[in-house]
């Protein structure tokens, strides 16, 4: 099977200067960065980058083989004019920066239909420039809330290859239907979703941590992870796998972006030799017991 190519990278955070974050991963070789527009007590907005700095940041790009994405706020919600605009103001900036994916929260409080409607507008914006636009699973949004989405977008001409899902890793450990239980979450996505976008962070199933890859039940037990790149690789997954954390000392991002690499390796490699339509041996997310340790389901 072809080889896919994945990169991995990191984000500004809300309360670190942005271009910290984003020198850190000049320096530490990452090949994927994600400008989230959350300014906080520092972060970054699109407003904090005029033309002159949009096309220095392409370049830069471009020499370190750095691919983009920007985040919308987080409450920009495309069925609201302001939330439209915010969304659009983002893959304006995207644009000019090259960037890959502009992702955005996949609002469940909204039918469907209604919601794949009104990215109607900012999918022809986003062709465009050309970018794809990434939804993201909140905790309450449901794996059932992503298929009827996407359903709904697969039936508009305009969204055709221009929009698919960002997992959310920690997210979906916290759903309620899902909880300490990612891998369930992408079982229950239909095979027709297509997943563009990673967001990886941990928690142990009690709060929105983001903790480093590694950090939480993965630093005692790698199965989950492993599982979880099966199943995006067997799905095609190629694009950008964003550690959403500033981390103290953050050199912890480095060794979660090189296990990380080493753990898609393995996996690469035991896709590649399996047998046609061989049926591998499932991996197990791992779970909170309620007192802090891992364990995981058999």
Known sequence: METPRIRIGNQTNADTPAFLPFEFALRHGFDAFEWFSDRGRAGWTEAAVGPPERERLRHR?????????????????PTTPPGAEAILRSI????????GVVNLHLFPDHPARVFAEALGPLLVAAAAVGVRLSLENTVRTSPEDCNAVLAALAA?????????LCLDMGHANLFAGTRNDYLAFVDRL?????????HAHENWGEGDRHLTLFTGPAGR???????????????????SVVLEQWPHPPDLLVRARERLARVLGSVQAELRSAPTG??????SSPVSDGGGQARCRG
């Open 221 to 239: 037990d790698e199965r989950g992870i492993r599982g979880l790149a099966r199943r995006l690789l067997r799905r095609g997954f190629g694009g």
């Open 278 to 283: 061989a049926d591998l041996a499932p991996e």
């Open 92 to 99: 304006d900036c995207a644009g000019d920066l090259g960037a």
């Open 156 to 164: 508009l001409p305009e969204a055709v290859g221009r929009v698919g």
């Open 61 to 77: 790009a471009r020499q370190h083989d750095v691919l983009f994405s920007v985040h919308a706020p987080y409450t920009a919600d």
């Open 190 to 198: 239909a095979a027709s979703v297509p997943i563009i976008h990673w």
